[in-house]
């Protein structure tokens, strides 16, 4: 088997079983996002009201996708990926949406969500070119990007007591 032959297995392989990819666009910078595997590409959905930002990631342009491992959370593959923006209601779209539509957890609008996310969001493909990048020889850890969401506050004084106090009274 030739070098680009295994390079193809090792990135479809890799992308079908992680949940999901870091996608960097030219002038953006990485994020994670969810994905389906669908006809030799990644596709996306997002930019739409309570939808996954896809910021950088213009049709045409190029992107990076880094795939980590399921298991361990370290990184398998880098790739070179050619953006597509799918039109809402082609027969590419449609395939896109229904593959997407199976794996989107907590959809608030159930199966009326390929009708709002033609109206509001944009469906992408992104499709390997064949350029891997070099996995890196030292540590990438950057701080988190800003977001508006929050994590809880300190936990209550008294609470580890009156969970020793439930444990003992289960017994």
């Known amino acids: 088997m030739t ?16 949940g999901l990819v870091w996608v960097q666009g030219p002038q953006s910078p990485a994020r994670a996002l969810w994905h389906v595997w669908h006809e030799g590409a990644v596709c996306l959905v997002g930019d739409g009201p309570g939808e996954q930002p896809l910021p950088g990631l213009a049709d045409g342009a190029t992107a990076e996708v ?3 491992s399921k298991d ?18 082609s027969e590419s779209w449609q395939a896109a949406v229904a593959e997407l539509k199976g794996k989107r957890l907590n959809a608030p ?13 944009r469906v ?28 809880r506050g300190p936990i209550p ?8 106090k439930r444990r ?3 017994r």
């Open 66 to 68: 880094t795939v980590r």
């Open 3 to 18: 070098r680009e032959l295994l390079d193809r297995a090792l990135v479809e392989e890799a992308t079908k079983k992680s």
């Open 157 to 164: 004084a008294g609470l580890p007591r009156l969970l020793a």
């Open 109 to 121: 609008d159930g199966e009326a969500m390929p009708e709002r996310w033609a109206r509001e969001c």
């Open 168 to 170: 003992r009274g289960r």
């Open 124 to 151: 992408l493909r992104l499709e390997p070119t064949g350029d891997m990048a070099p996995l890196p020889d030292g540590p990438l850890a950057e701080p988190p990007l800003p977001t508006p969401a929050t994590t």
């Open 72 to 89: 361990k959370g370290g990184r398998l593959v880098a790739w070179t990926a050619r953006v597509v923006e799918l039109a809402p209601g």
